[in-house]
């Protein structure tokens, strides 16, 4: 082999060496996450993923909910965002389960908003029954039961013991947030 082709065999394996720092210093901090086991809404190729573990009965979920639900909505209808709902079942709700396993339609984003709208009704409800004659609640879907060991597990894994938490591109946030701040987390992944 020639000087020139020494050289130029080099620097090629350098640029590539320089390209792969760059991109794990970028990516550094952001987690990889899965998109399957959950319910998605809107453009699964949507630029920005967001991926939110939640539970209908969770106060701060409602919060969250009330605060970007509208921009959220919006930008899920756009194409913006591919937004994926990864419920969780904490001992300590009651309903959240029987909720999430047998309503219907729980493919629309519309569901979600009636279940969360109507939040302050249902949750102070005194038993089960009330709640399935509310949302008039069909039979188990094994396949979302299937789904929710699954997503137990991804929580565990994930060490997630406080919900809401979301991944926006990989970016954790923990906790409720204000639509301003949601807008900013959104720009800031873009």
């Known amino acids: 082999m020639d000087k020139k082709r020494v050289i130029k ?69 756009s194409g913006e965002i591919y937004y994926v709902v990864k419920h969780v079942d904490f001992d300590k709700f009651k309903y959240d389960d029987v909720i999430f396993n047998r309503i219907d339609n729980l493919d629309k984003i519309e569901t979600v908003d009636y279940i969360m709208d109507n939040y302050k009704t249902w949750s102070k409800m005194k038993n089960v029954k009330d709640v399935e004659e509310f949302f008039k609640l069909g039979a188990i879907k094994k396949d979302r039961v299937e789904m929710q060991k699954h997503i137990l597990t991804e929580r565990d894994d994930l060490g997630i013991d406080f919900i809401p938490t979301f991944y926006l591109n990989g970016e954790k946030h923990v906790g409720s947030f204000t639509e301003k701040e949601f807008n900013k987390m959104i720009n800031d992944v873009k």
């Open 9 to 77: 065999l080099v620097l090629f394996i350098a640029f590539i060496a320089i390209c792969i720092s760059v991109y794990s210093i970028y990516s550094k901090g952001k987690e990889s996450m899965e998109t399957k086991y959950g319910i998605g809404y809107g453009d699964p190729n949507a630029k920005i993923k967001m991926v939110e573990y939640m539970s209908f009965q969770c106060k701060d979920c409602y919060e969250l909910h009330e605060n970007i639900g509208d921009i959220l909505r919006e930008k899920i209808k």
